[in-house]
């Protein structure tokens, strides 16, 4: 059984989501011709987290729910036009919802002011005085008349039901506080006992309401439980047949799915209201979109992720063996194998798939980070985003919350123009922020642009130069230049900003986005704006790797890094010193690391004539050629953490297992290179200042 | 997990006994998981000398601790006649390398006594008791949190 904990954590987790679609449909709501559908979505969402909220004694949750549900049915009754300012009122409602839910999740004090500071506008929206709304039950006489003198309402059950802690029983006692009633059951479904299954339902209930009672009120009855029964209501007519002769199936009478999609009759300032609204297909259309996910322990996708990871081995295994025994050239033998082997691919990929999750989860929030960046800073600006369907690992999606955060808020605060200078300019005084997502070859792109001003590389150079990042004079690119912006320290603005200025600048977002396995660039044009592109690996449980021989290792290189091979001649090689060593390649000196003294695999430096030079580039534009015994295939390896049972170990990001079962270190060239950089000398290019 | 000493049914507890450079030592059975033959380790670089390197314990990275050289007698030279004590301790699982398990024992508080007061030999810090048995057997009980290095000893 589940215990109390587990309700409240669930009920968090549904507010999440309602606060989500409550978020979105707001923002539909601004788009010229919006569906009446989507005020009713956020009626409801709105609606729901107070009912939860209520059953957990969340006052100042419930109050606040409350009076926004107030306004939202203003809006949705045509009492109250959704302008841009009850908009904007509207959004800092749904702000202010999320952070009283979130200091509730946390046990923590509600921010009252903030709340108390809402309702008020709230109240000289809707010029109402706040006395007249409390918590009167639903009373009847509000409701709109039916021509019908009573009800039959056919009630089956669904397993959801039960599992949802739901009780047949209490739903009929509510049905019978409704007036006059007539309860039949019908057992013709049970089957015997040796067909009989525990966990299916083959009790229906028929209920005969007399008296005058509205369909909208029955359907409030059956809120909670809509999704998982069967209902039907239909007028009492002289022909109304028990339950028992029932057709042993039956529809559900189109006038409830109407009255579910025209909203929630469960409030009491509710007015009549036609039961109008999009039809009954697209209800269940809404319903079967609704039904199609599941909530599934992200540890348990870990484990079976873990798993075809073993199986992926296993397989590698077999085939090694079959090599040996010298079976492979039987024909059935490879077919079979190659089967297990596409299967075992496909499986992989199907996992992956499981925990890909759309981009969208981060996108949204994004919304109000802008909205509070561009009140913050008094300059008008909207976020338009693109690709939130675009999928990455589950994992990945947590993780790109700060960077992104960071850049929006600096898009705003940095990139966008006051309103002055951009009317003077003769841009639309709203600044617009475009965040936008694509799969492009093999990898995410997530690009963050402004139509502000762009770069102004002449101040951002001064800058640098003045915070000594760069010698004075130093001959630098454009790209170069805007390169700086992502050096620890630096910070464009003159006083430090309550929004993005916090101490920490875009270092900390090339940072968070290096530690993710991506790149992030910026591309400015002056007067027209700035756009940074992060591009990120599609899963953080694959790498595309070089396996690489090292003495009798053998280890694994992220590919992304490996610029290209090299087995130079003689003539290019250079000694500098005792110890330092060069290649020459195509004009560039690049520093020679021997991996094998590195990793401490052997004393002796290994001769040059011997071996491969792999050039890699790390993500601070270093660059050096790693000297390794030999290359041995290329390969998708599943990162396996060495932190977990072990420890950190200098030069290695993590571990993985080989085909035969054998575990290979994977990496880190950038530490690799970082840590050789004070004694191989010659790093090249400016960021050498930030050493 | 059983966090310290797991008792079996007649009360006492139960040990699993095992030989390296001809001394008997135990670990408490209720740290330990499995035991598993000895496969080849891959080298992890700048560890300490003790560290015969990761194995792969279906999918799961384990560090192999090699008894011997921890406990002072040298390092030894894995053969296939090796044993691997898989264990897990304070949410770790530590693979221990040792000549051969020889038995399960159980042993009463009884039979426990403290270290002696030796001079400062190496083994004397990872030895927190002996288990003494009528016909003269000693074993000597191992504590898992001193084996493996600390943060400290993992260069970063």
Known sequence: MAVPDDFREMFFVECGELLESLANGLREMEEPGYDKETVHAVFRAAHSIKGGAAAFALTALVTFAHRFETALDQIRSDRLLPDARVMAVMHRCSDCLADLVGAARQEDEPNTAQMTALLDELDRLSGEDKTGFGFVPLALDLSPPVPASGLVIRFAPQPDLYLSGNDPLALIHALRRLGPAEVALDASAVPLLEDWTADECHLRWTVTLTGNIAPEVIATVFEFVEDCCEIGISPLSADSLPAAEEPASFTPVPILLAVESAGDPADETAIAEPASGPGPQAARAVAAEAGATIRVNLDRVDRLMNMIGELVIKEAMLSQVIDTVGLSDNLDVAAGLDGIRQLADEIQDSVMAIRAQPLKLVFQRMHRILREASEATAKPARLITLGEQTEVDKTMIERLVDPLTHMIRNSVDHGLEDEVTRQRRGKPAQGTVTLSAAHRSGRVQIEVSDDGGGIDRGRVREIAESRGLIAPGTVLTPTEIDQLLFLPGFSSKQEVSAISGRGVGLDVVRREIMALGGRIMIHSVEGQGSTFSIALPLTLAVLEGMLIQLCDQTMVLPITSVQETLRPAPSALHGIGQAGRVVANRGDLIPIIDLGCIFGLRDQRASLDDGVLIVVETDSQRRAALHVDGIVDQRQVVIKSLEENYGRVAGVSAATILGDGKIALIIDPEEIVLSCAGDAGLVPRVLSANG | ?156
């Open chain 2, 1 to 156: 997990m059983l966090q310290s000493m797991s008792y079996n049914a007649a009360g006492k507890h139960d040990f699993i006994a095992f030989k390296l450079a001809e001394q008997d030592f135990c670990i408490d059975i209720g740290l330990v998981r499995e035991i598993r033959g000895w496969t080849p380790a891959t080298v992890v670089p700048h560890a300490p000398d003790y560290i015969k390197g990761v194995i792969n314990l279906r999918g799961a990275v384990v560090a192999v601790v090699d008894l011997s050289a921890r406990l002072g007698f040298g390092p030894s030279t894995p053969t296939q006649r090796h044993v691997v004590i898989i264990t897990l301790h304070q949410g770790r699982v530590v693979g221990l390398l040792a000549d051969l398990v020889s038995d399960i024992v159980s042993a009463d508080e009884m039979q426990m006594q403290p270290v002696p007061d030796l001079a400062a030999d190496p083994a004397r810090e990872f030895i927190t008791g002996m288990i003494t048995f009528e016909d003269g057997r000693i074993l000597r009980k191992i504590d898992l949190a001193q084996l493996m290095p600390t943060p400290q000893e993992v260069p970063v």
